[in-house]
């Protein structure tokens, strides 16, 4: 069963930083391309990163520079660490993957080349003074 954990949300002030984990089972991170997406309250969905398969790390506009996509293999896991942030980056953040599950719902953020097919439930981020 394709499973994703994500962990490592709170809150924290403007400039700050958080690293998010993304502990993943039923597949291995290493032969798919993992990323991560958020959602903010009354807003579409935003993929913000994504590594794939082979190492290359794709960025949307409004992270790059400031956030930074990962992965370690033994812990069979995916990280996104976030410097710099400001309060418009407050949202839940959801650790996705492209090895498809049965349901085969996907979704293809329009600024990266990665199609998820499996994502986690979420961890809240609110950044805030």
């Known amino acids: 069963q394709v499973q994703l954990v994500e962990s490592g949300g709170g809150l924290v002030q403007p400039g700050g930083s958080l690293r998010l984990s993304c502990v993943a089972s039923g597949f291995t991170v290493d032969e798919f391309a993992i990323g991560w997406f958020r959602r903010a309250p009354g807003k579409e969905r935003e993929g913000l990163a994504c590594?794939?398969?082979?190492?290359?790390?794709y960025y949307t506009d409004s992270v790059k520079g400031r956030f930074t996509v990962s992965r370690d293999s033994a812990n069979n896991s995916g990280y996104l660490q976030m410097n710099i942030l400001k309060p418009e980056d407050t949202a839940t953040y959801y650790c996705?993957?492209?090895?498809?599950?049965?349901?085969?719902?996907?979704?293809?953020?329009?600024?990266?080349?990665?199609?998820?097919?499996?994502w986690g439930q979420g961890t809240q981020v609110t950044v805030s003074s």
């Open positions: 996705a993957s492209t090895k498809r599950t049965s349901s085969s719902t996907t979704y293809r953020p329009p600024t990266l080349p990665c199609t998820f097919g499996s």
């Open positions: 590594l794939d398969s082979g190492g290359t790390a």
